[in-house]
């Protein structure tokens, strides 16, 4: 059984995809995201930053009257999503923030909008403020997470029946960490496999000595390749 901790609406989207392959899954999300009621101006001379699929659908929303605003994007699969919506000054798509960071580098950009939530990739902004870039951040949502796992997710840890978690954010793997811990169910947990979008969350996992397998290519598609390779 594959514990899935996304939010809710993605959750039960990869659980439908999983079941495909003959996976039970546990859905146990461990954040809910809540926009914020502002309406954001958008001006078409400056440049925004997305890191996060929220914040695509957030700018696929607003595009009847944004589609001609500049944008950096991170994750290739966002990048195709806004390129399909019909956006039409898309600067650069990167795979992952340290590409972004090799392409600033590189830049002459004075001012990026950092289209964001309240949980985001500190490293990344100070690594383009240090570039002289001003980064405004522009918060549009807010990420709440839960406080304890469900008594079910922990009898289902406890007895074995999850094998493996899915793990998309640094953020998740922290709190997923916490909420094991307060559960007191650390022990059995080491007996998990996380699978990881990415190296970097991986290691904050294998720092606290859980098992993590990971993708090169922070995608979907090729986290539910891994979870095939494995079975």
């Known amino acids: 059984m594959i514990l899935i901790t ?3 609406d993605k959750a039960f989207k990869l659980e439908s995809k999983l079941s495909n392959y003959g996976y039970k899954c546990h859905v146990e999300p461990l954040s809910a995201i ?27 929303k607003k595009k009847s009257k944004n589609l001609s605003i ?7 699969s966002s990048f195709g999503k806004l390129k399909q919506a019909g956006f039409k000054n898309l600067i650069y798509g990167a795979q992952d923030s340290d590409d972004m960071v090799k ?4 830049s002459d950009f004075k001012t990026i909008n950092y289209l964001t939530g309240t949980i985001r990739n ?24 839960r406080k304890v796992l469900s008594k079910k997710c922990v009898a289902l840890i406890k007895l074995k029946k999850i094998k493996q978690v899915v793990i998309y954010s640094k953020a998740n793997a922290k709190h997923i960490i916490y909420v094991l811990n307060k559960a007191m169910v650390k022990k059995e947990s080491k007996s998990l496999t996380f699978f990881c979008l990415s190296k970097k969350i991986a290691d904050l996992l294998n720092n606290e000595g859980y098992n993590t397998i990971y993708c090169i290519k922070p995608v979907e598609s090729s986290l539910i390749k891994k979870l095939l390779n494995s079975s």
Do not use: A, D, H
């Open 6 to 8: 996304r939010p809710r």
């Open 103 to 106: 392409f600033l580098k590189k």
């Open 34 to 60: 809540k926009f914020k009621n502002q309406n954001i101006l958008f001006n078409k001379n400056q440049v925004y930053l997305i890191t996060s699929p929220r914040t695509v659908n957030y700018i696929i």
């Open 70 to 76: 500049k944008l950096l994007v991170i994750g290739l």
């Open 122 to 145: 500190t490293n990344l902004s100070l690594k383009i403020l240090e570039m002289g870039i001003f980064l405004k951040e522009i918060v549009i949502y807010e990420t709440v997470f």
